[in-house]
Structure formats: C-alpha cells, structure tokens
C-alpha cells in the first residue's frame, strides 16, 4: 500500500530557544520564569500563592534545623564515655531533629495540597485563553498552515502549563533545601563548597543538553503529529465509520495510521538514543567529581582539619546537598524546558492570534441593509493558482432571492463569505448600503446573517439550543416550534423522549442523533429562527427528501421580502423561485438573469440544466 507522503513546513521561525541557550543563560532565566508562573497562580488563588511560599520557606527552615540539630547530637554520640550517657546528652538535639522533620513533612504536604488545588485552575485558564483566541481569529486564518502548526504548539504549552506548576514547587523546595545543606557544609569546612558544587555541574550540562534533544524532537514531529490526530478523528468518528467499512478503507487507513505513528517514533526513539548517551557522559564526569569530593572528605578528617563528628555530620549532609542539587538542576531544565512550550503558548495568545484577530473597526454596520455591493473583489487562497473569486462585482437588494449556481469550484462558497464579512477581499470592496465591512465592527454584521453553510455543525447541545444557538428570542418555546414546524421537523421532536430538551449526541449516555436529511432541516431551523436580515443558504437540502426540500424554499419565499436572500445550490430546478440566478465560473459571473432566460440563453446554464435532466 503506498505509504502517505511526508508533509512538508517551513520551521525558520519555530526554530528552538533552546538552539541558543546556554546552561548559564538557563540559571539567568529561571528567577524570571518563576515570577511568570506565580503571576499566573496568583491571578488565580493569592491565599494558595502565599500557602505555598509559606511551606516552602517552613520546609528549608526544618531541613537546616534538620542538620543543625544532627551535627549537634553527633558530638556526644561519637564522643568518649559510656554508651547510654552519650545518647542521654544527645537526645535534646534528637528531639529537635524529630519535631523539625515532622514540621518539614507538614509543610510538605500542605504545599502539595496548594499546588493540587492550583494546578486544575491555571491549566483551564491557559487553556480558556487559548479557546479565546481562536475564537478571535479571522476566519481565513485557518486557511494557513503555519496557523494550524502554530496552534498545534500553543496546545502543547497548555498541557505543559499543569507539570510546570509542579516542577516550579519541586524547584523551589529543593533550592531551599540546598541553600540549607550548603550553609551547614560551609559551616563545617567551607573547602567543601566548591568541591559539591563541581561534583554536581556535570549533571546540570547533561540535563540541558537532554531537554535540548527532546524539545527538537517535538518540533520535528510536530506535522506528522498534526496530521495523525486529524486522521485519528476521522478513522475514530463514527461520521465516517459506514464509508470507511463499506468502501474496504480499514486495512489502509490502518497501515497509514501505523506508519505515521511509526516515523514519529523513529524520531523519538532516535533521540532517546542520543539522551542516554548524553546521560552516561554526564554521569561518568558527575561520578569522577565526586569520588573528589568524598577523598576531599576523607582527606580533611585524616588529616585532623575537622573532627569525627564534623566529618559525620559532613556526610549527612553531603548527601542532602548532592540530592537537592541534583533536584535542582533536574528541575531548573525542566522548568527551562516547559517554559519553552508556554512560550509557544503565550507567543499564540498574545501575538499570533492578536495579528489575526477580528480588529477591523468600531463602526456599526447598517440595519437591515438595503443593498449589499461587492466592487471588483478578488480574493485568494494559499497555494492556489488562481483567485477563487476574480474581479468579481454585483449587486443585492433587499427583498430578492438570489440563487448562485456554477460548477464546483466556480467561487460560490467564497462569495456568500465574503458578501457577509467572513473574509475581506484582497483588492476590491463590500459595502452594505455604502458602508464597507473593512470599517465595520464585524460583530455588528454577523448580528444580522443567517448562515446554513455547506457543511453544518451537528452540534452537541439540547435540540432546543441547537435551534437558538444559545440567543433565545423570547424566554418560551413558541418560536422554537414555529421554526421546528416550518421545516417539517415538530412531529420528530416530539417523538423524542425529552422533546426540545433531548440532547443530539449519540455518544453521551442518554443522548441520541438525528439523520443527515433531520439535522440539516434543523441546521435550516437555526436560521429562520433568527429572521435575519441576510439570509444565506449554501446547498441547505443537500441531504433532504422531496417534502424536506419544498418546504424550505417554500419558507425562503414567503419571508424573502423583508430581507436579502441568497441560495446556493446545484440543484437548477430549485433556482425556479429565484428572482436573479447568478452562474459562476472561475471565480467570475459570466451569466446572470432569470430561470426563464437562462435557459434559453445558450451558456453554462442551459448546459447545465440539460445535464441534469438526461437521466
């Protein structure tokens, strides 16, 4: 089976921070990464904030008692005299490192409580914000594939967001720690300081350097992943499960999926490769510093410079040291390394989305617009070798049913986006009764469209929001059925168990759904319900039976006069109750006029329709 091609990006302005950070530049960046995460905790809970920085503070201060108390109580225990007098003497200072080690597990515990509680919170806000942002978005963003890349990435730093709470806690409860097991070291022989310090910078480089690998390995990755959970939602959902089985697509979507899966894997396991190589450096050079270390140990106490019970409390807190370094390091990478992905995150958020967002105006687009005017309008999509609409001018009045007809991918579709402010041309301009949709507050517009697109949403909701849309006209049911009725669908909604109050997702427990034919009659329901000033139909009976179709354009055509209609439709017979037929090819108008004469007049219609009728 032939295997999917390999998708191709440009990565120049993805390419990896960490490309350029040093390990230094690392420990620089880490004071500013934390007061980025606690602004984000603190605008969710300051008591929580504060609960943990309390904790943490409690827990270093225990851990230095800790050490204290120990060296203290090493002096009697390792010192002359018999065995119970010794440990008499040092039970004070064994009390003392029990209280403190049972405070510093309170503190802990109460930290992991706050950090539960915050976790949950700034991840839905990271990701409440994302949503926001594409939602803000011009619709023809979605047309570029670096937006998608873009977006892929910014979706990654949202799940990130949760596990850098945690490291940014681990973090800091381990450099308190240190800062503690370092004082009590240097107290001991300040020699030893810098004698840790080397045992444990090895291990710092090679975790860089290990975040460095798996950061771009993500990237590399990132258009196969995209393109495997798309594929994944087609093969999963069950939209598509009766084309799958009965067109025999199983075994190759199956291979397709698995070899996809398989190159993101070779990539993953390829640089798992190179990590473990990276580690194992890291651990011999760690390994050699600290055999020093311990000889320097060794050497001081053979020597005399510090007694036994120094170099046994030395030991004790050696290894404290070494740990919470380590933790440190471990964290400080990590932290580095999911601050990246945030960045992608908030660069999205706060850059990306804000170029593409719907800033076009604070003007109010006219009520019930008279005319609609699209003046030499071109409009173009990415790698296409032509406009999808070209130079194209016309004009709508209020009161008409307009069809547009053409063969696929004449421009239709792209038209009725742009006489309804969905995209702005590239050259030329739409006006509504002379105000042009540039200037204009597109919110203002959309208030007065009524949109069933080619491809409608089934969407998840009560049949009665899936009417409304959640912009109820009146707080009872009575339009909901006045619309329900128009389009043949009361007597459906009634035989539901719940009425207008089922919900339309098989998928959830209790939830059913509806046929192609019954949910795009509902999908004409949301229209109509809004009795809007333009009414857009993109092929709204597509999927219908005979009494479905009559019924909608019977409805178009009594509610036509106090607004400006468009239809869409390959269906020339439905073109009948238009006032205009517009017929598209490339993206110009080449014919325009009445049923009548249209099919009289020679061109693509008449072709058209004859086509249609020799069956």
Known sequence: MPEPVEPRQKRAELRSAFEDASFWTLCRRIPSLLAQIARMAWAIDRRDVLLLVGCQIASGVAAAVVLAATARAMVPILGGGLVPDRVREALPALAVVAVAAAVGRIAFGLAAWAVARLKPRVMTAADTALVQAMLSVELEAFNRADFSEQHEHAETGVMRCERMLYDAQSFMAAFIRLVAAFGVVTVLHPLMLPVLLLAVLPSGIGAVAEAKIEYRTHYQNAANRNLKGMMRWHITTSGYANEVRANSMRAYLGFWYETLSRRIDQRTVAAAGRQVRTNLLAAAAGGVCLTGAWATLVWLTVSGRVSLAVSATAVVAVRTALGNLANVIHYCATLFHSSLFLGDWKRFVDT????????????????????????????????????????????????????????????????????????????????????????????????????????????????????????????????????????????????????????????????????????????????????????????????????????????????????????????????????????????????????????????????????????
């Open 352 to 615: 990306t989305a804000a170029e593409l967002a719907l800033a076009r105006g604070g003007e109010k687009a006219p009520v019930c617009p008279e005319t609609i005017r699209l003046d030499n309008v071109t409009y173009s999509y990415p790698n296409r070798p032509r406009p999808a609409v070209d130079g194209l001018s016309l004009t709508l009045r209020r009161g008409e049913v307009v069809a547009v007809v053409g063969e696929n991918g004449s421009g239709k579709s792209s038209l009725i986006k742009l006489l309804t402010g969905l995209y702005l041309p590239e050259k030329g301009t739409v006006s509504w009764d002379g105000v042009d949709l540039r200037t204009v507050d597109p919110d203002t517009v959309w208030a007065q469209t009524g949109l069933v697109p080619q491809f409608f949403a089934c969407w998840p909701l009560a049949c009665r929001e899936n009417v409304t849309l959640g912009q109820p006209a009146t707080w009872d049911d009575e339009a909901v059925w006045e619309v329900v009725e128009t389009v043949g669908m009361r007597e459906v909604v009634e035989e539901l168990p719940e009425g207008l109050d089922m919900l339309l997702a098989r998928e959830v427990w209790g939830g059913v759904t509806l046929s192609g034919g019954q949910w795009q009659r509902l999908a004409c329901c949301r229209a109509l319900y809004r009795k809007p000033a333009v009414l857009v139909l993109d092929e709204p009976t597509s999927e219908m039976d005979a009494r479905g179709e009559h019924l909608i354009f019977q409805a178009l055509k009594a509610m036509a006069a106090d607004r400006i209609s468009i239809v869409v439709t390959h269906r020339l017979e439905n073109t009948k109750i238009a006032d205009r037929i517009i017929v598209m090819e490339d993206g110009r108008i080449t014919e325009q006029g009445t049923f009548e004469r249209l099919i009289k007049a020679g061109g693509l219609f008449q072709e058209l329709y004859e086509l249609s009728q020799d069956r």
